[in-house]
């Protein structure tokens, strides 16, 4: 069984930064894709942004030009730079990975607050 690890969320001013980090519990698992989604109270959990094995990324419309999204395959680790902060972005945050098969592997969440 492999677990994602999540660490990086907090409390930030409007315009401030953070970087959250996710890693996966065994070194010698590759994942296919990996990404960030988030949940609002009161909405639905969406997407933020996902990475593949290669590379290759996309962002949701609202985060894109402030958020970067990168992996460091060696370490088995997805980060996410959170630049320009909004109170908007105020979520727990859920680090999401995808195996090679139909597996789906979720982390426990980390709070991400932005006051004014």
């Known amino acids: 069984q492999v677990q994602l690890v999540e660490s990086g969320g907090g409390l930030v001013q409007a315009g401030g930064s953070l970087r959250l980090s996710c890693a996966a519990s065994r070194n010698n698992f590759r994942f296919r894709v990996m990404g960030w989604y988030r949940q609002a109270p009161g909405k639905q959990r969406e997407l933020v942004a996902h990475?593949?094995?290669?590379?290759?990324?996309d962002y949701v419309d609202s985060v894109k030009g402030r958020f970067t999204i990168s992996r460091d395959n060696a370490k088995n680790t997805v980060y996410l730079q959170m630049n320009s902060l909004k109170q908007e972005d105020t979520a727990v945050y859920y680090c999401?990975?995808?195996?090679?098969?139909?597996?789906?592997?979720w982390g426990q969440g980390t709070q991400v607050t932005v006051s004014s």
């Open positions: 999401n990975a995808y195996g090679w098969g139909s597996d789906v592997y």
């Open positions: 990475i593949t094995s290669g590379g290759i990324t």
